[in-house]
């Protein structure tokens, strides 16, 4: 069955270093999301992106992060300048066009900030 | 999007059927009910979606009332591997729409 994949299951970065989290979404899927969920919390939406471009983004969103679909198969989350806080379980998740759009989502990727 | 109200946990025995409750009085007429659950840290798993009919796959079932204000999500044979948050989303289905995750339900199965 078709899954959504993401790499590295967990990274490790010192504060103001740059990251890039790495997803491969359902290869017939359209429309990608990344979510966050700090430890102990709910999970929190933080961009969606269709047609090589945002689509949404929640306030938790800032110009630190970017997202990116550098080729047919990959869509990326960078944080450019990370800090403590930004220490989660980030999630990629996709959708096809449907009768519920349902997302289906990655595994995650735990990010510590140090 | 309309809010959802669960319980906070429950538990079920190993075998049984376990029937998560979820209550959304304000929901609207375009807006559909789906459940997502979450084992330990991993990411969240679609389990089903409904509008207003009940629906049924190889997971569980989706139990809508008639009045759409509230559902139960069974699962018919819980097993120990089922003890994970149970979260009931409501949304309208559009691409663009995120999903909106609240505390959900901590269901424990016991042996």
């Known amino acids: 069955e078709p899954e959504v994949t993401q790499t590295p299951s967990h990274q490790v970065t010192q504060m103001g270093q740059e990251v890039i989290l790495r997803c491969v979404p359902i290869?017939?899927?359209?429309?990608f999301y990344w979510y966050r969920q700090i430890l102990g919390q709910k999970v929190e939406f933080l961009v969606s992106?269709?047609?090589?471009?945002?689509?949404?983004k929640s306030e938790i969103f800032d110009d630190q992060f970017s997202v990116e679909r550098p080729d047919g198969s990959n869509f990326t989350l960078k944080i450019r300048s990370t800090k403590l806080e930004d220490s989660a379980m980030y999630f990629c998740?996709?959708?096809?066009?449907?009768?519920?759009?349902?997302?289906?989502f990655g595994p995650g990727t735990r990010l510590t900030v140090t | 999007d309309a809010k959802t109200t669960q319980p906070t946990s429950m538990d079920c025995a190993e075998g049984r059927a376990a029937n998560l409750p979820c209550n959304h009085s304000?929901?609207?007429?375009?807006?559909?009910v789906y459940w997502y659950r979450q084992i330990h840290s991993q990411g969240p798993q679609y389990i089903i979606h409904?509008?207003?009919n009940n629906e049924t796959n190889e997971m569980a079932s989706l139990i809508i009332t008639e009045d759409r204000k509230s559902s139960t999500l069974i699962l018919p044979h819980a097993t120990l591997r089922d003890t994970a948050v149970y979260y009931c989303?409501?949304?309208?289905?559009?691409?663009?729409?995120?999903?909106?995750f609240g505390a959900g339900t901590r269901l424990t199965v016991k042996p």
């Open positions: 304000t929901i609207s007429g375009n807006e559909y």
């Open positions: 992106f269709y047609n090589n471009e945002i689509s949404e």
């Open positions: 998740a996709s959708t096809l066009p449907g009768q519920g759009y349902e997302q289906y």
């Open positions: 290869s017939n899927h359209l429309y």
């Open positions: 989303i409501v949304r309208v289905a559009l691409l663009s729409n995120d999903m909106r």
């Open positions: 409904g509008l207003k």
